[in-house]
């Protein structure tokens, strides 16, 4: 950063305003997107609905088409992985998945098993490369 943006007064001046300039604009996109109008209680409760709407919609069906999964499943899986995997501070999501719609974890846990047998070593590792073993 020093070596584009000069040093000393002039780089941590040049720092101050890019984090401004960037809290600023996120704040404004995500006013703009709609959900930073919005409170965690208001957040938690669409979110309550969505995911009642989902597993209502998966049913007891292994994926959403049926018997064999199509781009939806795909589509569904980046979705409520990328909610209910990834930890968040309280784990709301995840809980919820568990206690109240077990078969969206179940269709999370099918997806992971028929296409990324190596989630965990993947995710542990960070290593997107995991069937390559290295000798």
């Known amino acids: 950063f020093g070596r584009y943006h000069g040093t000393g007064l002039k780089r941590r001046m040049m720092q101050f305003a890019m984090k401004r ?4 604009a996120g704040h404004a ?9 919005h409170s965690t209680a208001e957040l938690r409760k669409m979110g309550v609905e969505a995911l009642e709407s989902i597993s209502i919609f998966l049913g007891d069906k292994p994926y959403f088409g049926g018997d064999r999964p199509t781009t939806l499943d795909a589509t569904m899986f980046g979705h409520l992985a990328g909610t209910l995997v990834v930890p968040s501070s309280d784990g709301f999501f995840m809980k919820l998945v568990k206690e109240t719609y077990p078969n969206l974890g179940q269709f999370i846990e099918r997806i992971k098993e028929k296409y990324w047998p190596d989630w965990e070593e993947t995710c542990n590792t960070m290593n ?3 069937h390559h073993k290295k000798e």
Do not use: L, Y
């Open 29 to 37: 996109r995500s006013q703009a997107q709609g959900m930073g109008r």
């Open 21 to 24: 300039f960037i809290k600023k």
């Open 128 to 130: 997107m490369n995991t």
